[in-house]
Structure formats: C-alpha cells, structure tokens
C-alpha cells in the first residue's frame, strides 16, 4: 500500500507521515514529463534524466542548480548515482500542463527519493542566477539573500552578526536545510506556509508507473 499525501493535510502532517515510514515505504509522486518520456516508460523502458532536454529554455542559474541538487542526490540517496535530477512532488497539484507534457503518477520506495521544502528552493535559484552572472565568482552584493534562513534562531544568527552576508561556506552550507524536515518543529519555522514539498529521484523505471 502506498503513501499517498494529501493537499488539503498541513505540511506538518505530511512530514510526520513521511518520517514516520520506513525506506522500503513505497511513497506516491506525481512528475511531469514530456510525452515521448511516457511513451517510453510505456515500451518498458527506463528513464533518465538528459541535459539534452533539462536546459533548452533561457534560465539562468539552473544548470548550477541542478547539478547542486544532483551532487546533493548522489550523497544521500544509497544505490546508482545520477547525471540530473527527475523532479516530483508528493501531492497532485493543479497545475497547467503543456500540450508536450503528460501527468505521471509513480509509486517508488521511499530510499529512492530525497525531499526537501521548496520555498527555499526559490531563493536558491536566485542565488544560483546571480553565481552564473558572476562566471562563477561569488557576487560582493546579492539580489538575494544567499545565506538560508529556516527558522528564529537563523534570523538571531544573522542579527547577531549585524545582517552582514555570511562567507560562501557558511552560505552554502546553510543551503542543505532544505532537506532537513525536522525543521518544521523548530521555533518561528519559516516555511510552514509554502503549498508543498519537492522530491527528486534518479530514475524512474516502468513498473513505477502506476
């Protein structure tokens, strides 16, 4: 039986079902792929990621976040390590979809998918736009805050230190609190608000698909 989470259910509540499962949990996502991808895991085949597809639009930044996220993967995630990340979410979203794409709903087990808040991801993002714009150098002034801030204690630690932007460890360091749930129990938790989690895996095989 599959973990399905619901929208309508808190993030609270949707952490604590997910901490509460073991790895071999088998969790239900829903990811967005184009149709030749579905058409694929149809035939029985496999699928992975490829940069042939993952970066044809303008977006600045999003290889450099990728390939974070990717490193981020092949760290935590035990087993067969991945070129990109595929992305999911653990709700159904009503979100439009493009005449390319299709809606696809997997079931995976848990030890195959690494989850993280999504809010913070937006900044990240930002962050990773103004590194690219830099050619990689680490900027003296941010359009956005590159340092992450998850909670009151994060806001005392900036405070205490007269708001000035931590140096690139600290910064970059912070950025993997993202992954850490937990934090939703700490005091004035920031993202308690943001709609949904994110998850990535590094592939996705046809008996996924349900």
Not at 114 to 135: Q, V
């Amino acid at each position: 039986m599959a973990i399905i989470l619901s929208l309508e259910s808190p993030i609270r509540q949707q952490i604590d079902e997910l901490a509460g499962a073991h790895d071999d949990t088998t969790i239900s996502l829903f990811t967005f792929q184009h149709a030749d991808v579905a058409k694929k895991l149809e035939q029985g085949d496999r699928h992975v990621a490829s940069s042939q597809f993952a970066f044809m639009k303008n977006y600045p930044g999003k290889k450099m976040a990728y390939n974070w996220m990717t490193t981020q993967m092949n760290n935590r995630l035990i087993g067969e390590g991945c070129d990109l990340p595929i992305w999911a979410l653990p709700v159904r979203l009503p979100c439009p979809i493009e005449p390319t794409d299709r809606l696809i709903k997997i079931n995976v087990p848990k030890s195959r998918v690494l989850f993280s808040f999504y809010a913070p991801w937006e900044n990240m993002l930002s962050c990773f736009s103004e590194i690219e714009k830099t050619g990689g150098v680490w900027p003296k002034r941010w359009f956005s805050q590159p340092y992450i801030t998850a909670n009151s204690s994060d806001e005392q630690y900036l405070q205490s230190n007269g708001f000035i932007v931590p140096n690139e460890t600290a910064c970059r360091s912070s950025w993997e609190k993202i992954f850490d749930l937990s934090l939703i129990s700490t005091i004035g938790f920031k993202w308690s608000n943001s709609p949904y989690l994110q998850a990535v895996l590094n592939y996705i095989d046809a008996d996924d698909v349900e």
